[in-house]
C-alpha cells in the first residue's frame, strides 16, 4: 500500500484555505501516513493529525473568535505570549504531546542561532507549532536553550522533505502564491520587502520540487494572493471556500494518486 504524505504551507490566515482542501479530503475517508507542516500549515496539522475532521477545524475557526482570543503582549521583537490561545489549540486537540497524535506529524521551524532548518516531531506539539509560527515582524522569536526559533517558512514553506524516507507520494498544499506587483499603485518599502522574501521562498520551493517525480506528488495551490497574511475574521469562510474549491478541482488526481 502507498504511504503518502500530505504537506500543509505557512501563509498567515491563508493558511485557513488548508481547512477547505481538508474537507475535500476527508470525503475520500483515507488515511495519510505522516503529515507535515509549516507555520499556519504546522497548526491546522496538528489538528488534523489530532484526529478532528475538516469540518470541525473550520467551526473551531469560524465560530471560535480567536481574535478575541489574543492576550497580546508585545515586546521589541514582536508578540512574545498568546497563552489564552494555546490553551485553545492545546484542548481542542486533546494532548500537547506529538505521541498521542493518530497520525505521525511533523512540523519545521528556523533556527535563527545556527540558520539551520529544526524539525520537531516529538515533546511538546505547542511548543514546536510557536516557534513554526514564529513570522518575523508578526510573533518574536521562540527561545529554547538560549538558541532562537522563526518561522519555517523562511527556510522550507513547503514542507515535504522533512517527512520520513518511506513516505513516497505527497499532497502538497501551497496556500501562500506570489502576487505580482504588475501595475501596483500603491508600491511602498513593506511590498517591495514582502514581495522579496516571498521570491526568495518560492524559489526554495520550486527547487526542492524539482526533486520528485510528476507522478508522485499532486500540488494544490488555493487561489490565495489576494489576501494578506493577517485578514478580518469576516474573511475566514471565503478563504477557506477557496481551499475547498482548489482541492475539489483535482479530486480525481487525489484519488488515483492514494488509490
Given at each position: 500500500?502507498?504511504k503518502?504524505?500530505?504537506?500543509?504551507?505557512?501563509?498567515?490566515?491563508?493558511?485557513i484555505?488548508?481547512?477547505?482542501v481538508?474537507?475535500?479530503?476527508?470525503?475520500?475517508?483515507?488515511?495519510?501516513?505522516?503529515?507535515?507542516g509549516?507555520?499556519?500549515?504546522?497548526?491546522?496539522?496538528?489538528?488534523?493529525?489530532?484526529?478532528?475532521?475538516g469540518?470541525e477545524?473550520?467551526?473551531?475557526?469560524?465560530?471560535?473568535?480567536?481574535?478575541?482570543?489574543?492576550?497580546l503582549?508585545?515586546?521589541?521583537?514582536?508578540?512574545?505570549?498568546?497563552?489564552?490561545?494555546?490553551?485553545?489549540f492545546?484542548?481542542?486537540?486533546?494532548?500537547?504531546?506529538?505521541?498521542?497524535?493518530q497520525?505521525?506529524?511533523?512540523?519545521?521551524?528556523?533556527?535563527?542561532?545556527?540558520?539551520?532548518?529544526?524539525?520537531f516531531?516529538?515533546?511538546?506539539?505547542?511548543k514546536?507549532?510557536?516557534?513554526?509560527?514564529?513570522?518575523?515582524?508578526?510573533f518574536?522569536?521562540?527561545?529554547?536553550?538560549?538558541?532562537y526559533?522563526?518561522?519555517?517558512?523562511?527556510?522550507?514553506?513547503l514542507?515535504?522533505?522533512?517527512l520520513?524516507?518511506?513516505?513516497?507520494?505527497?499532497i502538497l498544499?501551497?496556500?501562500?502564491?506570489?502576487?505580482?506587483?504588475?501595475?501596483?499603485?500603491?508600491?511602498?518599502?513593506?511590498?517591495?520587502?514582502?514581495?522579496?522574501?516571498?521570491?526568495?521562498?518560492?524559489?526554495?520551493?520550486?527547487?526542492?520540487?524539482?526533486?520528485?517525480?510528476?507522478?508522485?506528488?499532486?500540488?494544490?495551490?488555493?487561489?490565495?494572493?489576494?489576501?494578506r497574511?493577517?485578514?478580518?475574521e469576516?474573511?475566514?469562510?471565503?478563504?477557506?471556500?477557496l481551499?475547498?474549491?482548489?482541492?475539489g478541482?483535482?479530486?480525481?488526481?487525489?484519488?488515483?494518486?492514494?488509490?
Amino acid at each position: 500500500m502507498k504511504k503518502v504524505g500530505l504537506v500543509l504551507s505557512g501563509g498567515g490566515v491563508r493558511g485557513i484555505a488548508h481547512i477547505g482542501v481538508l474537507k475535500v479530503l476527508d470525503q475520500l475517508n483515507y488515511k495519510f501516513s505522516a503529515i507535515s507542516g509549516c507555520s499556519i500549515g504546522a497548526l491546522i496539522g496538528a489538528f488534523y493529525s489530532a484526529g478532528r475532521t475538516g469540518a470541525e477545524i473550520e467551526k473551531f475557526f469560524l465560530t471560535g473568535n480567536l481574535y478575541r482570543n489574543f492576550e497580546l503582549s508585545f515586546n521589541t521583537l514582536g508578540i512574545k505570549n498568546i497563552k489564552k490561545l494555546e490553551k485553545m489549540f492545546v484542548d481542542f486537540m486533546g494532548t500537547d504531546d506529538f505521541k498521542d497524535l493518530q497520525t505521525p506529524l511533523y512540523i519545521n521551524s528556523t533556527n535563527v542561532s545556527t540558520g539551520k532548518e529544526v524539525v520537531f516531531s516529538r515533546g511538546s506539539i505547542i511548543k514546536a507549532i510557536r516557534a513554526s509560527i514564529a513570522v518575523p515582524g508578526v510573533f518574536s522569536p521562540l527561545n529554547i536553550k538560549n538558541e532562537y526559533y522563526i518561522d519555517g517558512g523562511v527556510i522550507n514553506e513547503l514542507p515535504f522533505s522533512i517527512l520520513p524516507d518511506e513516505i513516497k507520494h505527497y499532497i502538497l498544499v501551497d496556500v501562500s502564491p506570489f502576487k505580482i506587483l504588475k501595475n501596483e499603485k500603491n508600491i511602498n518599502l513593506v511590498k517591495i520587502l514582502q514581495a522579496s522574501i516571498k521570491i526568495m521562498q518560492k524559489q526554495i520551493v520550486a527547487e526542492k520540487i524539482k526533486s520528485l517525480k510528476k507522478d508522485k506528488y499532486i500540488l494544490i495551490v488555493p487561489s490565495t494572493s489576494n489576501y494578506r497574511l493577517l485578514e478580518n475574521e469576516k474573511k475566514f469562510r471565503e478563504i477557506l471556500r477557496l481551499g475547498e474549491k482548489g482541492a475539489g478541482n483535482k479530486k480525481n488526481m487525489i484519488k488515483n494518486l492514494i488509490k
